[in-house]
Structures are given as C-alpha cells and as structure tokens.
C-alpha cells in the first residue's frame, strides 16, 4: 500500500503560478503510474495529468494543455504538478493518485483506474 500527501496549494492571482507535489510512502513508487486529479465546489472530479511509471509518457486534459506540465522523480518518491497561467477556473482541491496495475507506458486518464488516493491540497485562483 502507498500513502500520497499532497502539497503546494495555496492563494494565487489569475496568471500566476503554482507547483504541486505529491509525496509517497514506500519503496514502490516507480511501479506506479501517477495522476493528477481536480474536484471544484458543485462539480465532478475531473482529471487533470497523468504519468507513466518511468516518466516516459504523460497526457494532460485539454483544458490544461500548455499551461500545466506533470512530472516526477523517482528517486524521491515525489510527482509534481506545475501550473502556470493560471484561471480562476482552475481553483478546486487537488488530488494525487497511484494506480499500482498501470503498464510501462501507460497512462490512467480515468479514476476508476486509480488505487491510491491523496487527501488533497486546495488551490484558490483570484481574478
């Protein structure tokens, strides 16, 4: 089992920027492939970006296209999300999540593929 703890939410003004982690527990985490999740207030969770276990593969949701990049680091059990031009559109609560079936270059777009999920961190973008 893999616990997720997310971070690096906050406060941001509309064009400016934020940089998420997600840090997991165990010895594993390169077996997984690693998602990014958003849940607004009255609204479904939508996916945000995934990534292959190794880093090789990623997808974005087109909403965040160009704006957002995903990426991690094995070595220290940690994915990120980095967010740039953001909108007031993109507040919600962040969610990380680890899907331990997920093959080499796969990457999980739904969340019914996911195993593992972290508690959140919110993030407020102010026009």
């Known amino acids: 089992q893999v616990q997720l703890v997310e971070s690096g939410g906050g406060l941001v003004q509309a064009g400016g920027s934020l940089r998420l982690s997600c840090a997991a527990s165990g010895r594993t985490f390169s077996s997984y492939a690693m998602g990014w999740f958003r849940q607004a207030p009255g609204k479904e969770r939508e996916f945000v970006a995934a990534i292959s276990r190794g880093g090789a593969s990623t997808y974005l949701a087109d909403s965040v296209k160009g704006r957002f990049t995903i990426s991690r680091d094995n070595a220290k059990n940690t994915v990120y999300l980095q967010m740039k031009s953001l909108k007031p559109e993109d507040t919600a609560v962040y969610y990380c999540?680890?899907?331990?079936?997920?093959?080499?270059?796969?990457?999980?777009?739904?969340?019914?593929?996911?195993?593992?999920w972290g508690q959140g961190t919110q993030v407020t973008v102010s026009s």
């Open positions: 999540a680890a899907d331990r079936d997920a093959r080499f270059l796969v990457v999980p777009r739904t969340g019914a593929e996911y195993d593992y």
